[in-house]
């Protein structure tokens, strides 16, 4: 196996178990291996000489071109292979048994649950892998090279570990992989090939896009922020805005709201979720949906026309380099609902941007309300659900954050 040496003093954070070492830490390779190659890391020591260097293991992980270069998979050298990822995968699906996510899989007709994350990268010391399951299909997605390789390795051990819980397989990585590499990876079945599965969350019935659409397919990670919904639900006008697929809107509908309006500005997201309105609630006349951007449509609603408010935009800052302009984004956005929100309302409003901490999330909350000059209780602070979870030495891993407020 290919070897990567570390400068001098580069090992610290994989002595603390951070999980990526960046291309500046590396000192030279054994030989250059190829994006994807699996490669051991040593850490470099003077030896008692002062001359020469003495190498001692550290870590396996993937190598690939950029500024992350070596995702770590073990500490303890194992070798990569198909009984690795079954390991793996074995414990991440006892974390979601134990967190009661999971026990129902199967898609029965009577299931409440059928949709959850089974491999959360990082956070189940699998960087670059991401497993959705929905019903008896698992969705992976690979956002690294090493897990574009291993992908047929991934499938079967998951195949293995799930055993007739999963029937299909589905890879959807076209848009997660890095162009350059030039994979030219293809979306398509790696088991399996059965495309009728819907997502069952708490009771509620979703069509999965897991061919075209976003992520995986479905924001599996808003579960439990949508039930919290519904609770606030009854006899409120309710603006779903960033619907997708609708989620939030069929909370508020079983929750008892006496109008629901879903808005996004794709036209796919809209069909998507008229579509969910007629698995769920068919010719319900409470419900409308509008193909629209969300800025315009908070300029041109009346002040007082929503009580319960739901904000959950797509990440606006991806890189660390963006993060002003997305604080701005996220508090214009908010100002223009505080502005509009009747006395009374509730807004859900949420980040999945990684790089906006939680703390600089409620600054930008803040100086939205006090723009927009509403006195505003924090009743919620919100955060993304356990089958999500985050590795304790790798923290960049929090995404989700959200806040529940009263507008006076
Ligand atoms: N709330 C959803 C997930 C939202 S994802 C859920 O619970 O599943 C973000 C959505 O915002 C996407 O569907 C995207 O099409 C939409 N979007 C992006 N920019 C927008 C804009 N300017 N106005 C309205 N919708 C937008």
Request: proline content about 3%; charged content about 25%.
């Amino acid at each position: 196996m290919k070897q990567a040496f570390l400068r001098k003093g580069k090992e610290d954070s994989l002595n603390r178990f951070h999980p990526w070492i960046f291309s500046g830490a590396i000192h030279h390779f054994s030989e250059q291996p190829e994006e994807g190659e699996v490669v051991e890391v040593y850490a470099s020591t003077p030896n008692e000489n002062g001359k020469d260097w003495d190498f001692k293991y550290i870590a396996t992980g993937h190598f690939q071109i950029g500024s992350i270069m070596i995702r770590i998979l073990s500490f303890s050298g194992e070798e990569i292979d198909e009984d690795f990822y079954k390991r793996k995968i074995a414990v991440a699906l006892d974390v979601r048994k134990a967190i009661g996510v999971c026990q129902e899989t199967g898609g029965d007709k009577e299931c409440q649950n059928n949709t959850f994350r089974l491999i959360h990268g990082e956070g189940d010391n699998l960087p670059g892998l991401v497993v959705d399951v929905y019903g008896k299909t698992a969705v992976l997605q690979a956002h690294s090279v090493g897990m574009h390789t291993d992908r047929m390795m991934v499938a079967k051990a998951i195949k293995e570990v799930m055993g007739d819980k999963i029937e299909n397989i589905y890879y959807k990585s076209e848009t997660t992989l890095p162009f350059k590499a030039d994979l030219g990876q293809e979306n398509g079945f790696l088991i399996g090939g059965d495309k009728d599965d819907i997502a069952v969350e708490n009771g509620l019935r979703f069509h999965v896009d897991w061919l075209k659409g976003q992520k995986t397919g479905f924001f599996v990670d808003q579960r439990e922020n949508r039930a919290l919904l519904q609770k606030f639900a009854k006899d409120r006008r309710v603006l779903n805005m960033f619907c997708y697929t609708g989620g939030f809107s069929f909370y508020a509908m079983r929750g008892g709201a006496n109008l629901v309006h879903s808005v996004d500005s794709s036209q796919k997201a809209i069909d998507l979720t008229n579509s969910n309105v007629e698995l769920n609630f068919p010719g319900d006349p409470r419900h409308k949906a509008f193909a629209q951007d969300a800025f315009k449509f908070l300029d041109e609603m009346k002040k007082g026309e929503y009580d319960l408010i739901i904000l959950d935009p797509p990440a606006f800052a991806k890189h660390k380099d963006a993060v002003k302009n997305a604080m701005k984004g996220y508090s214009r956005l908010n100002q223009k609902a505080f502005e509009k929100i009747q006395s009374g309302g509730i807004l859900f409003t949420f980040s999945c941007s990684q790089v906006i901490t939680k703390d600089a999330f409620r600054t930008a909350v803040f100086t939205a309300a006090a723009h927009a000059r509403r006195n505003v209780r924090i009743l919620y602070q919100l955060h993304q659900p356990a089958d999500h979870p985050i590795n304790i030495y790798h923290p960049e891993g929090e995404y989700l954050k959200g806040l529940v407020l009263y507008v006076e």
